[in-house]
């Protein structure tokens, strides 16, 4: 049986049970198979007091060790200055996981190999990692990692630089491998693994049971996802205007609330839009299986897994055809892409929809296109290789200092 060390900050905790949510599954997906074990480093910022940083929860819930299932999850701190500290990030949490790691192995833990997430900084910090302890380390690039970050000099080296020295890559999509590719990586060395969704969790369910809870009357839109910009809750909102018998709600938490409830009000839509905050994937469900469409007006995407979430249960969606989600949004049973990402766009999207609306039992089953067996099957074919091929290494030694006080 495989040992596995996922290293990511993308994974739920405490103050933030959404966060990463679809690196979790895959990971439970992958040890409910039997073949592999896992634990999970986790780091959360340790924020300096006088700064603000409004959309890291409150961190103070976040307990060092927690569990998960099958899961051990710990929660090193590391030090994250906002908007100035963002090439000191692979540092700093190098150091924080390092100190974790060294603690382990003294105890007796072995691994046969580091799964990391999200390119920069954390797959990044897990190379440095893996060299300083001699253990192989895979690294899945998941979206604004690779079509957003190395726009920047000093990430795109260090990312390059990681890419290099990984024993394994990893994307989420076609388009991002093409970004590696594009970036220098031979695209030999890069396995596209899709996310995968949860059909059980996320089914149709009775639909009229959850349009009664909500209050729904009229036809309802979803915009699901944290509350910033790329995300384009904005033009779901200004579509509104377009489109006086619908209404939209909107899931998600995150710094443009107060602007996107300012729209609202100057478009006066505002009695048509509904903020529910952020939902745990249960109480999320229940949404998607009430509204009509969901609409997801990104300007960057690498899988997004709410796409398939809404159509697990039933529920077309109205999506930019941006970096994978045209991978996703295969079919006219899932729903229509959109070229123009603004109101405009979205508004021609929904009645394009709603002209030629798939039936719901059709949108299930394309979903079920998308369940995790495949993913999980690839994941432990690409981590044997890895691990077969590569033999301990002789020399590597543990940092000496890793046993110093949490940041």
């Given at each position: 049986m495989l040992s596995i060390l996922t290293a990511t900050t993308l994974f739920p905790n405490a103050a933030k049970p959404a966060h990463g949510a679809f690196v979790a599954t895959r990971l439970e997906q992958l040890v409910a198979s039997g073949e592999a074990s896992a634990e999970v480093l986790a780091p959360v910022p340790w924020l300096p007091p006088l700064l603000r940083y409004p959309g890291a929860g409150r961190l103070d819930l976040v307990p060092q060790v927690?569990?998960?299932?099958?899961?051990?999850?710990?929660?090193?701190?590391?030090?994250?200055?906002?908007?100035?500290?963002?090439?000191?990030?692979?540092?700093?949490?190098?150091?924080?996981?390092?100190?974790?790691?060294?603690?382990?192995?003294?105890?007796?833990?072995?691994?046969?190999?580091?799964?990391?997430?999200?390119?920069?900084?954390?797959?990044?910090?897990?190379?440095?990692?893996?060299?300083?302890?001699?253990?192989?380390?895979?690294?899945?690039?998941?979206?604004?990692?690779?079509?957003?970050?190395?726009?920047?000099?000093?990430?795109?080296?260090?990312i390059l630089e990681a890419a290099a020295s990984a024993d394994g890559l990893v994307t989420v999509c076609q388009a991002l491998k093409d970004r590696l590719v594009e970036l220098g990586v031979g695209a030999d060395r890069v396995t596209v693994l899709r996310n995968g969704v949860d059909l059980n969790l996320f089914s149709p369910g009775e639909r009229e049971a959850e349009r009664r809870a909500l209050g729904l009357t009229r036809r309802t839109l979803g915009s699901v996802g944290g509350l910033i910009e790329?995300?384009?809750?904005?033009?779901?909102?200004?579509?509104?205007?377009?489109?006086?018998?619908?209404?939209?709600?909107?899931?998600?938490?995150?710094?443009?609330?107060?602007?996107?409830?300012?729209?609202?009000a100057s478009l006066k839509v505002a009695e048509r839009v509904r903020f529910l905050g952020e939902l745990d994937q249960m109480r999320l469900a229940k949404v998607y299986r009430a509204i009509d469409a969901l609409v997801l007006a990104s300007s960057r995407e690498g899988w997004?897994?709410?796409?398939?979430?809404?159509?697990?249960?039933?529920?077309?969606?109205?999506?930019?055809?941006?970096?994978?989600?045209?991978?996703?949004?295969?079919?006219?049973?899932?729903?229509?892409?959109?070229?123009?990402?603004?109101?405009?766009?979205?508004?021609?999207?929904?009645?394009?929809?709603?002209?030629?609306?798939?039936?719901?039992?059709?949108?299930?089953?394309?979903?079920?296109?998308?369940?995790?067996?495949?993913t999980t099957r690839g994941q432990l074919e690409l981590f044997r290789t890895i691990v077969a091929r590569r033999q301990p290494q002789s020399g590597a030694t543990e940092p000496a200092r890793a046993a110093g006080p949490h940041l």
């Open positions: 927690e569990r998960r299932g099958l899961l051990t999850v710990r929660h090193p701190r590391y030090l994250v200055i906002p908007k100035v500290g963002m090439n000191l990030a692979p540092a700093a949490l190098f150091r924080a996981m390092r100190r974790v790691l060294a603690r382990l192995t003294a105890e007796g833990r072995r691994f046969d190999l580091i799964d990391a997430h999200y390119f920069y900084p954390d797959g990044v910090a897990a190379v440095r990692l893996g060299r300083a302890f001699a253990i192989p380390v895979v690294v899945t690039a998941r979206g604004t990692d690779l079509n957003l970050i190395p726009q920047f000099a000093a990430p795109r080296s260090m790329r995300k384009g809750h904005h033009h779901a909102i200004g579509a509104l205007a377009h489109l006086p018998d619908t209404d939209l709600i909107i899931v998600g938490e995150g710094p443009e609330r107060r602007r996107l409830e300012r729209l609202a997004a897994n709410v796409l398939l979430e809404s159509m697990a249960c039933g529920t077309p969606v109205v999506a930019s055809a941006v970096w994978g989600t045209p991978e996703v949004v295969a079919d006219p049973a899932a729903g229509v892409l959109i070229h123009g990402i603004d109101a405009t766009g979205v508004a021609e999207g929904v009645r394009r929809l709603f002209a030629n609306l798939p039936a719901r039992s059709a949108t299930r089953r394309y979903a079920e296109r998308f369940d995790w067996a495949a």
